[in-house]
């Protein structure tokens, strides 16, 4: 009975740090999460070709998901970032450094005005949103209640996107707006050491996903 209490205990543990394990990872391996996002997008444009019931919708719902999911990867890189800058003693042992890159036109505006503001930073993330979940909206929307219902849908986004850029220019003393109005992620993302990350696969993993890349485009585009 105590062993069953003790397994309990350390499985409800293990869920409960979750997601400051996956937030840990994702902070401490920028590049990494960065292909595995990629990865996921180019799935997405293989679903259609798959015998499935709905597979746009499908192929579209995936594409959002990582799409949202990459503003929330951000948001922690971004803190792992600052973390860094404030104190880059902490990480000195582990070999990870901000991007050492000049930072680019578009960076230092955006970087700047959500330092400034943190309703700027919250009103572009929402419009990233907005964009971001757009067409899933239409498709939905045409799909539940036909054409009709898909413009209502698309004046509503069009009014809550334009509502979010005049909170923008408001905040930015009505400065022209850029896109997207967040930095890149290439931009704050720290850097990880090209060596460790180049011993953690063999010459025989390497090969291996050589491969598995050959067979996604033969299998995507045909024999050439």
């Given at each position: 009975m105590s062993s069953l209490s003790t397994t309990s205990a350390d499985i409800t543990r293990t869920v409960l740090n979750?997601?400051?394990?996956?937030?840990?990872?994702?902070a401490s391996n920028a590049s990494a999460v960065s292909?595995?996002?990629?990865?996921?997008?180019?799935?997405?444009?293989?679903?259609?070709?798959?015998?499935?019931?709905?597979?746009?919708?499908?192929?579209?719902?995936?594409?959002?998901f990582v799409?949202?999911?990459?503003?929330?990867?951000?948001?922690?890189?971004?803190k792992r970032a600052a973390l860094i800058a404030s104190s880059p003693a902490l990480y000195k042992s582990r070999d990870i450094k901000a991007p050492v890159s000049k930072p680019s036109l578009h960076a230092k505006y955006t970087?700047?005005?959500a330092n400034s503001s943190s309703l700027y930073t919250q009103v572009a993330t929402f419009l990233k949103v907005a964009e971001y979940t757009q067409l899933l909206w239409e498709m939905?929307?045409?799909?539940?209640?036909?054409?009709?219902?898909?413009?209502?849908?698309?004046v509503l986004l069009e009014i809550f996107k334009a509502f979010c850029r005049l909170v923008l220019m408001?905040?930015?003393?009505?400065?022209?707006?850029?896109s997207p109005p967040m930095p890149q992620r290439e931009d704050f993302a720290p850097v990880e050491p090209e060596s460790?990350?180049?011993?953690?696969?063999?010459?025989?993993?390497?090969?291996?996903?050589?491969?598995?890349?050959?067979?996604?485009?033969k299998d995507a585009f045909g024999e050439a």
């Open positions: 979750l997601p400051h394990t996956y937030s840990e990872y994702v292909s595995i996002e990629s990865s996921l997008r180019s799935l997405a444009y293989l679903l259609p070709g798959a015998r499935l019931n709905d597979s746009e919708l499908a192929s579209e719902s995936l594409h959002t799409q949202l999911l990459s503003i929330y990867h951000d948001s922690l890189l971004k970087t700047f005005w939905t929307a045409k799909r539940r209640g036909g054409e009709k219902t898909r413009w209502r849908v698309v408001r905040l930015t003393n009505s400065r022209p707006l850029v460790e990350i180049r011993e953690d696969f063999s010459d025989v993993d390497l090969r291996m996903v050589d491969e598995m890349d050959n067979f996604v485009a």
